[in-house]
């Protein structure tokens, strides 16, 4: 299983601020997560891609948008917003 | 001039009460834009080398944008520059709303406040007129800033104020400048014009904003409104900027009890989805603006609820190690009132807890005052704020002039643990999570700096390995002050960046729209680099030297404790090849000194000498 943290914005529309789905790539979880949070898709991910202005940080480090990107089980995916402006 | 610039400034003398007209060439403006770019540039010209920065000499530059006054989103700002008592470098802030608006109808690209008055008093610039009123009822009243703006308003109708709190009346290094709610708030400038005995300026006029292009410049604003409005925004209209709290949280990027750590237990409390679920009380813009970022919090049932951003809960909060959602927006709400640099004031007092806790204060009335001083505690949190800004006993005094300068007084180790960049206390991005952004604190000439550098955007790009930078990061760095200097300086709010596709085509098609100049995106860039050099020259001319751009010793020392992030480390070795490679890139020497070549090429030495 994967974990999916959701942060900011993508949590508001949610409404929740976490998921569990079955992937084995980023692209896979991307989809999985516009099935299991509707609210999310066009807006955050659609169609297996995240949108532009969010990334995610698999296991809460390195940053990218990468659909391709391999996930292991156990993984844990961090959305979050590109903008990090303070 | 065709539009959007005014082609002079006003320098006021305080001592004197009078006003002197300056003219501006069009190709100065051309040079250095305006805002910030204009600001740099008078500073160098209107003081003498290494001048007091709470002396006569002083100046303190409130500076309009080519692009202020139009219909064009956000763009209501001034910039605010002086010497900085902080640091004893170049203190640029930038402020908005409608100071920004009324400064420019004075008909002036920029004001330039100098000497030092007799009496607390208020400068009142009615158009070319320069008045001066007193404020001996104002000054040491314990009045909230926004009070006393309000006694200023009706008192003299139709002008705008910009104003400094007790703080800046007692020349706390870190006091700012505030104006409706907005703060000009880094690097003391609120000292500087405590300094020169004057609790605010009033602005009036009629000057008419002309634009060169009123078509297309309408066409393209409506163009801008509507992208400002999109998904690069979205965040700061939703949560605000609190939403990178519990994000940074979860990435090990948010400074935590004096940068001890990169991670909070309490940062669920706190965070931006909380506030905003559980306090949320209303939202807000400043004049002009479309995208609506601030987002006003409930502190106690009842009372009046206070804005606050990421960097006001996160330095109050975290750095402190404080949980407490009420005492934070509390003591974000005493620095608005007292006019204290809320940056600078957490961190300054997360340094003294842990000089507390490590029993690091000599013995007497440091020692007594600061006895069970903790992380975590609120109400010692709150009560410091108080001394601070009223200079009140030896710690009071003590932590009135910031972190560095009280690490100086302790000696080792404390100043290795003071947690500041030239002096000014560092945003809440951690440097090791995030090392390009290391690197432009590092470089930064107003000192560690999230506005000036925005090189935390390539650690949030996915291009570059945020935990273990390399030289490629110079490349990074210079392009993100690039493009500040040329929003700071137009100027525009940088939350619209995101929504730019072609940041320097499209900021010179609004810049040829207001101004009838055709910089092009070339230009711009030039123009931008050309700034940039001008407040490093400026530091340079008040003594900088290669060894102020680094970071506190203990972001190398100690890896990072925990969290997603935990173990990583920022050697500095790493931090001096990228500082080197940065320097190249800028066309400087490899150790940051300006070579002759350099400001020649960039026109520098030209405009240095004053028209006027």
């Known amino acids: ?86 | 001039m065709n539009g959007g610039w005014l082609g002079r400034y006003l320098r006021v003398d305080v001592g004197l009460g009078s006003g002197e007209i300056v003219e501006l060439e069009r190709s100065t403006l051309r040079a250095v834009l305006g805002g910030a770019g204009l600001a740099a540039l008078l500073l160098l010209r209107e003081t003498p080398a290494r001048f007091d920065a709470l002396g006569p000499d002083a100046a303190l530059i409130f500076a309009f944008g080519p692009l202020g006054g139009t219909p064009l989103t956000t763009s209501a700002k001034l910039a605010v520059v002086a010497k900085s008592p902080l640091t004893g470098r170049i203190g640029d802030a930038l402020t908005s709303s409608d100071f920004a608006l009324a400064g420019k109808r004075t008909g002036f690209d920029a004001i330039v406040v100098r000497g030092q008055a007799a009496a607390p008093s208020v400068v009142l610039i009615d158009g070319d007129r320069v008045t001066m009123a007193s404020a001996a009822d104002l000054w040491g009243s314990g009045a909230a800033i926004a009070d006393v703006e309000a006694a200023l308003r009706a008192r003299h109708p139709g002008f705008e104020f910009a104003v400094i709190g007790e703080a800046g009346e007692r020349l706390v290094r870190y006091a700012g400048v505030v104006n409706g709610g907005r703060h000009a708030g880094r690097g003391g400038l609120g000292a500087v014009l405590g300094s020169k005995q004057i609790k605010a300026v009033g602005v009036r006029g009629k000057q008419r904003v002309i634009i060169a292009d009123p078509g297309r410049a309408v066409a393209l604003a409506k163009d801008l409104a509507r992208r400002s409005l999109g998904p690069a925004t979205e965040k700061y209209r939703e949560l605000g900027t609190v939403a990178n709290l519990a994000t940074f949280n979860r990435l090990a990027a948010l400074p935590t009890r004096n940068f001890q750590a990169s991670t909070f237990e309490g940062a669920a409390t706190i965070s931006g989805e909380e506030l905003k679920l559980t306090r949320e009380r209303g939202r807000g813009s400043c004049a002009n603006c479309t995208i609506g970022c601030e987002h006003f919090y409930e502190v106690t049932p009842g009372a009046a609820p206070v804005k606050a951003e990421y960097e006001s809960v996160f330095a109050l909060g975290p750095l402190c190690g404080i949980a407490d959602p009420a005492v934070v927006l509390a003591a974000a709400r005493a620095c608005d009132e007292l006019g204290l640099d809320t940056i600078s004031t957490g961190g300054t007092i997360a340094f003294a807890m842990e000089c507390a806790e490590r029993g690091l204060f000599p013995e007497g009335p440091l020692e007594e005052a600061t006895r069970g001083l903790r992380f975590g505690d609120g109400a010692r949190l709150l009560a410091l704020i108080d001394d601070i800004a009223h200079r009140r006993g030896a710690l009071g005094d003590l932590l009135a002039n910031g972190s560095r300068s009280a690490a100086e007084t302790l000696g080792p180790p404390a100043p290795d643990l003071a947690p500041h960049v030239k002096g000014l206390e560092i945003p809440g991005y951690d440097p090791r999570a995030l090392q390009t952004m290391a690197l432009g604190f590092a470089v930064g000439t107003r000192g560690a700096d999230h506005n000036r550098s925005g090189a935390y955007e390539a650690d949030f790009s996915g291009k570059v390995d945020r935990l273990a930078a390399g030289p490629e990061a110079a490349e990074h760095a210079i392009a993100s002050e690039d493009r500040a200097a040329v929003m700071d300086s137009l100027i525009l709010c940088k939350f619209l960046r995101g929504a730019l596709t072609d940041f320097f085509g499209e900021c010179a098609e609004l810049l040829l729209a207001v101004t009838g100049e055709d910089l092009g995106a070339d230009g711009l860039r030039a123009a931008a680099a050309r700034i940039v050099l001008l407040k490093k020259l400026f530091n340079v001319r008040e003594g900088w030297t290669p060894a102020e751009d680094t970071l506190p010793a203990r972001l190398f020392d100690t890896p990072l404790p925990s969290g997603a992030a935990k173990g990583t480390v920022l050697s500095r070795e790493r931090l001096g090849a990228m500082i080197a490679a940065y320097n190249v890139g800028r066309g400087w020497e490899r150790d940051g000194g300006l070579p002759r070549e350099a400001l020649i090429a960039a026109g520098v030495e030209a405009l240095l000498e004053p028209r006027g």
């Open chain 1, 1 to 86: 299983m994967i974990t999916i943290e959701l942060f900011g914005v993508p949590r508001l529309r949610a409404d929740r601020a976490s998921v569990t789905v079955e992937a084995v790539s980023l692209g896979e979880a991307f989809r999985a997560l516009g099935v299991a949070c509707p609210a999310l898709d066009p807006a955050v991910v659609h169609d297996g891609v995240l949108r532009s202005h969010y990334l995610v940080a698999v296991n809460g480090l390195h940053l990218t948008a990468d659909p391709t990107t391999p996930l292991a089980e156990g993984d844990v995916v961090v959305v979050l917003s590109a903008e990090a402006g303070g």
